[in-house]
């Protein structure tokens, strides 16, 4: 890498880190840089993988406030997301990688339809919990089912997309959490970093023994999503919704460009 390609990927994964400690989507912004530094798709996407496990985890630990009472939760939900991104990561090394340049553009395209569909998909959420709390107005959010087998295998299959592109999976799981779970979005959202940190491990520990890393890629997004991580658990509440989506949706959709034209 040039310098300024170099610079280009340390402000990508601080970006990263920031939006997925947030809401998620952060690989949209890292992915198409590493394409433009020139980093094959494959590669692209498992350095990709092990350099935002940092940033998950300052994420998680951003929130750590919002973890308090959920041990119980996160170990069960934990279990099917490392499942799920084995599944992924699997797949991503065993499939051709002319499967993975057709499929990528599609699984990006879903997921910016995913992020350009959060305020419906949020205000979805909050009308079925305040339907839920106006039926059960006694329900304690911290001893909440844990959304039973519906919202493990819906977190499993989630996690087979996250191990094999990481892209929108925080939005996914927000989604189905908020519907099927009874508590406050805030402390779904540090969960969320959680799952994501879970599934970025396990399928980064696969690549290890499996694929080939650009491990100046991988080092530069690490330091930069640590960074991002705890900027995105700090203030990144404070930031304007509109512009942020409006900034994944250009990034995502150069990434399909660049994609499509290769």
Not at 79 to 107: H, K, M, N, Q, W
Request: aromatic letters at 6%.
């Amino acid at each position: 890498m040039t310098i300024w390609e170099m610079l280009a990927v340390f402000a990508a994964g601080i970006g990263a880190g920031t939006i997925n400690a947030i809401v998620g989507s952060g690989t949209l912004i890292t992915f198409p840089v590493l394409l433009a530094a020139g980093l094959p798709p494959v590669t692209a996407t498992v350095s990709n993988a092990l350099g935002l496990i940092p940033g998950s985890i300052s994420g998680a630990i951003g929130y750590r406030a919002e973890l308090a009472g959920q041990r119980r939760r996160i170990i069960r939900l934990s279990i099917g997301s490392a499942a799920g991104a084995l599944c992924g990561a699997f797949l991503l090394t065993r499939l051709p990688a002319t499967a993975f340049e057709t499929i990528v553009p599609v699984l990006v395209t879903l997921a910016l339809v995913l992020v350009v569909l959060q305020p419906r998909i949020t205000r979805a959420v909050q009308r079925h919990r305040e339907q839920a709390a106006a039926k059960n107005p006694g329900t304690d959010p911290a001893t909440a089912p844990d959304g039973g087998p519906l919202l493990f295998v819906g977190l499993l299959l989630a996690s087979v997309y996250g191990g094999y592109f990481t892209a929108a999976q925080g939005i996914i799981y927000l989604s189905l959490m908020g519907i099927l779970l009874h508590d406050d979005l805030q402390r779904l959202n540090a969960v969320k970093n959680v799952l994501a940190a879970v599934v970025n491990t396990v399928a980064a520990l696969f690549f290890v023994f499996a694929a080939h890393f650009d491990w100046t890629a991988v080092a530069l997004i690490a330091v930069g999503s640590t960074i991002g991580g705890q900027l995105g658990a700090r203030i990144g509440r404070r930031l304007p919704a509109p512009v942020l989506r409006a900034f994944i949706v250009a990034v995502g959709s150069a990434a399909v460009l660049q994609l499509a034209t290769r």
